[in-house]
């Protein structure tokens, strides 16, 4: 009778895990569903209102900063589920901006670079075929800040606010050839940058202070820096460099 009673509870475990493999193999497709792959969006993003900027497949959606269409020779391709920045000579090597506009945002990217490598996310852009006015709008830097071949100011580093904001606190920056995510908020005239989960610069735009420091920027005598409200996100072509990005997402604020 005890062995009939081991007998019994040996088999009412071997059911029991046999249960629990298969409600496991049962979840594993919502688990996969429940998260983004590589440039989608998930169901949740969707619903608080976030919008691809790049599906891994196409530039659709992008054309070159100053024209209303994509060169072909102008730098930027698809290459592994990622847009590809590559500089060389004798292409016409060109930014590229996103033909949506937008006013208060969150805007997420990913992106990795090659050794030496120079960049930035500019928003708030206005060209000849934005609604924006014609404007050149702040800043995210994105540079190899060890591997630059010249020594960097400080506010020249990865995640400042170029030439303008340059207070960067618990800054993780990953080593070249990982990705790193960075993350931009602007709320009426409030900024942060982040940089793989951690706010590393805040500022608020058109205050007394933000006025002095354009005043000391290389843009002291531009009329109209940083004065939109609105406009296109540019990703910048720089001589010689080389960089990848994914999941390029906004939402409007």
Same mark, same amino acid.
């Given at each position: 009778?005890?062995?009939?009673?081991? #007998?019994?509870?040996?088999?009412?475990?071997?059911?029991?895990?046999?249960?629990?493999? !298969? /409600?496991?193999?049962?979840?594993?497709?919502?688990? !996969?569903?429940?998260?983004?792959?590589?440039?989608? *969006?998930?169901?949740?993003?969707?619903?608080?209102?976030?919008?691809?900027?790049?599906?891994?497949?196409? $530039?659709?959606?992008?054309?070159?900063?100053?024209?209303?269409?994509?060169?072909?020779?102008?730098?930027?391709?698809?290459?592994?589920?990622?847009?590809?920045?590559?500089?060389?000579?004798?292409?016409?090597?060109?930014?590229?901006?996103?033909?949506?506009?937008?006013?208060? +945002?969150?805007?997420?990217?990913?992106? #990795? $670079?090659?050794?030496?490598?120079?960049?930035?996310?500019?928003?708030?852009?206005?060209?000849? /075929?934005?609604?924006?006015?014609?404007?050149?709008?702040?800043?995210?830097?994105?540079?190899?800040?060890?591997?630059?071949?010249?020594?960097?100011?400080?506010?020249?580093?990865?995640?400042?606010?170029?030439?303008?904001?340059?207070?960067?606190?618990?800054?993780? $920056?990953?080593?070249?050839?990982?990705?790193?995510?960075? #993350?931009?908020? +602007?709320?009426?005239?409030?900024?942060?940058?982040?940089?793989?989960?951690?706010?590393?610069?805040?500022?608020?735009?058109?205050?007394?202070?933000?006025?002095?420091?354009?005043?000391?920027?290389?843009?002291?005598?531009?009329?109209?820096?940083?004065?939109?409200?609105?406009?296109?996100? *540019?990703?910048?072509?720089?001589?010689?460099?080389? *960089?990848?990005?994914?999941?390029?997402?906004?939402?409007?604020?």
């Amino acid at each position: 009778m005890i062995i009939l009673n081991i #007998k019994g509870s040996i088999h009412r475990k071997e059911k029991n895990n046999r249960m629990k493999i !298969l /409600f496991c193999i049962a979840l594993f497709p919502i688990a !996969l569903i429940s998260y983004a792959q590589d440039n989608q *969006l998930a169901k949740k993003e969707k619903k608080a209102g976030w919008i691809l900027l790049f599906d891994g497949k196409s $530039l659709d959606g992008w054309r070159v900063a100053g024209d209303s269409v994509m060169y072909p020779d102008a730098g930027w391709s698809v290459e592994d589920n990622c847009l590809k920045v590559e500089w060389r000579e004798g292409n016409r090597n060109r930014n590229i901006i996103t033909q949506s506009e937008f006013a208060d +945002f969150e805007f997420s990217i990913e992106w #990795k $670079l090659a050794p030496a490598a120079n960049s930035g996310i500019i928003y708030h852009w206005g060209d000849e /075929f934005t609604e924006a006015p014609l404007c050149i709008g702040p800043e995210y830097q994105i540079i190899d800040d060890l591997g630059w071949p010249a020594p960097l100011s400080e506010d020249h580093f990865t995640g400042v606010d170029y030439e303008m904001h340059v207070e960067l606190k618990n800054k993780k $920056l990953n080593p070249v050839g990982e990705f790193n995510v960075s #993350k931009i908020i +602007f709320h009426k005239g409030h900024v942060e940058h982040w940089l793989n989960g951690k706010k590393i610069v805040e500022f608020d735009t058109w205050t007394p202070d933000w006025y002095a420091r354009l005043g000391k920027s290389k843009w002291a005598t531009s009329s109209c820096y940083g004065e939109n409200k609105s406009g296109a996100f *540019l990703l910048q072509n720089y001589r010689n460099c080389k *960089l990848w990005f994914k999941n390029i997402k906004v939402r409007p604020l």
